[in-house]
C-alpha cells in the first residue's frame, strides 16, 4: 500500500502510483541536470519558468510538499525578472540546487520547511536594495499581481523584508502552514476563495493563528462582511490613508 499526496492506494493501484512517481523522480531529475548546465547570463528564462510551473503542481500530486514549496518560490523569484544577470545565474543556481536536493533525498522529510524557504534567495526588487538593511523577516502578500500590489511590495523590501506573492488563496494556506511566515497580507478580494474567508480561517486554525495577518479592502467600515474579521486583524484601506494604514499594521504586528 502506497500514500501519495491526500491519497491511500491499494494493489494494483498502488504499483501503478508507485511507478509514475519513480517516473516523475527520474524525468524532473534529468530535465533539473539540464536546465542547471544550460544556466548561464542571458539564459532564456521560458523554460526555467515552464518547469517550475510544473514541477509545482506534480510535486504536489506526488505528496512532495517540499519539492511543491520550493517551485512556488521559484516561480514567484522568475516572475520577478526579465533576463538573467549575474546575481540571478547565482540564485537560480541555489533554486536548482535546493530542488536537486529534495529529488535526492538530501533534504529528508523530516527538514524544516520555514528554514528551507528563509535559505532561498529572495525575490528581487525593483529597486537597488544596496543601502537597504536586511531582516530575516518573511512576509507573504496574497494579492494578484498588479499596481496596488507592487506598492505594497516595493514598502515591504524597503523594510528591508523577504516578500513572497501568491495569487490563490489556497495556495497561501498551504504556504501559511509550511513556510511559517512572520505575517500575511491579503487582498479581500480573490478569485475563489475570498481574502476575508482566508483570513477568518488562518487566524482561527491552531496551526496557524499565531501568524501576524492583516487585511487590505475597499469596503467601507460598516459592510457585513467585515465584521467577520477579527478584531486583532489591521484594516488596510485602499485609497489615501492606505500607506499610514500599511504603517501601522506593520507596527501593530511589531514589524517596524
Do not use: W
Not at 467585515?226 to 489591521?234: H, M, T
Amino acid at each position: 500500500m502506497s500514500e501519495i499526496a491526500n491519497g491511500v492506494y491499494a494493489g494494483a493501484t498502488s504499483e501503478m502510483v508507485a511507478n509514475l512517481l519513480t517516473d516523475f523522480l527520474d524525468t524532473t531529475r534529468e530535465a533539473l541536470s539540464g536546465l542547471d548546465e544550460a544556466l548561464c547570463v542571458g539564459a532564456d528564462l521560458a523554460p526555467y519558468r515552464r518547469f517550475a510551473f510544473e514541477t509545482k503542481g506534480a510535486a504536489h500530486n506526488f505528496g512532495q510538499p517540499l519539492l511543491a514549496l520550493v517551485s512556488q518560490r521559484l516561480e514567484d523569484y522568475l516572475s520577478a525578472i526579465e533576463s538573467a544577470g549575474e546575481r540571478n545565474v547565482v540564485d537560480l543556481h541555489h533554486f536548482l540546487d535546493t530542488m536537486d536536493d529534495c529529488l535526492t533525498g538530501r533534504l529528508n522529510g523530516e527538514a524544516e520547511p520555514s528554514l528551507v524557504v528563509r535559505e532561498l534567495p529572495a525575490r528581487p526588487a525593483s529597486f537597488d536594495v544596496g543601502a537597504v538593511e536586511k531582516r530575516d523577516v518573511e512576509v507573504v502578500l496574497v494579492m494578484l499581481h498588479g499596481t496596488q500590489t507592487h506598492f505594497v511590495e516595493r514598502e515591504m523590501q524597503e523594510c528591508g523584508y523577504r516578500v513572497t506573492i501568491v495569487t490563490s488563496t489556497i495556495a497561501a494556506l498551504e504556504q501559511a502552514v509550511q513556510a511559517r511566515p512572520d505575517m500575511i497580507v491579503i487582498s479581500a478580494v480573490m478569485p475563489g476563495l475570498s481574502g476575508i474567508d482566508l483570513t477568518v480561517a488562518l487566524t482561527a486554525m491552531p496551526e496557524t493563528r499565531n501568524i501576524p495577518v492583516a487585511l487590505i479592502t475597499s469596503l467601507e467600515p460598516d459592510d457585513e462582511q467585515l465584521g467577520f474579521v477579527p478584531d486583532r486583524v489591521p484594516i488596510i484601506r485602499k485609497g489615501r490613508s492606505f500607506g499610514d494604514d500599511l504603517a501601522r499594521a506593520l507596527s501593530y504586528h511589531f514589524l517596524l
